[in-house]
């Protein structure tokens, strides 16, 4: 019975730093991780009454394409992608308009094998969900 106390308090202890760690740290502070060596953006998606909403996201570019993924607890500003696609990208201080386009079937298994979530972060991050990447299509000027 004393272990199964132990277990039930390290469980405890353990489901309530993940939610610090996305709640507060990545999700409020959204922490600029350049320095670690992880290339970042902030995406702006905005919302059915258009309110825009920041958001600050790891990076990552293969074939010469932009992605980011979602595999975190907390997905807002991927379900507002989907929804309004058109979204605002910063990105190495030059901001531009781009179209957030779903991966998919080869080109996800792809994406996702270039870039694998190490298990330390998953640990950090309570082992989320499965994974969802976008990747960011640049608009061409004058293109309608």
Do not use: C
């Not at 489901?15 to 992880?38: R, S």
């Not at 919302?47 to 010469?64: I, K, M, N, Q």
């Not at 972060?121 to 960011?136: D, S, V, Y």
């Amino acid at each position: 019975m004393r272990w199964l106390k132990i277990g039930a308090v390290v469980l405890g202890v353990y489901a309530a730093f993940v939610v610090v760690f996305e709640t507060f740290y990545l999700g409020m502070h959204q922490p600029e991780l350049e320095a670690t060596g992880i290339p970042m953006l902030v995406v702006t998606t905005t919302d059915a009454t258009g309110r825009a909403a920041p958001r600050r996201l790891a990076r990552f570019v293969t074939d010469g394409k932009v992605y980011v993924s979602a595999h975190h607890w907390t997905r807002g500003w991927y379900h507002r992608a989907l929804e309004n696609p058109a979204v605002v990208v910063e990105m190495d201080g030059v901001v531009a308009d781009y179209v957030a386009a779903a991966v998919a079937g080869e080109e996800f298994e792809r994406v996702a094998a270039a870039y694998p979530i190490p298990f330390v972060p998953r640990l950090l991050m309570g082992f989320p969900p499965k994974r969802n990447i976008l990747r960011l299509d640049p608009v061409t000027p004058g293109a309608s």
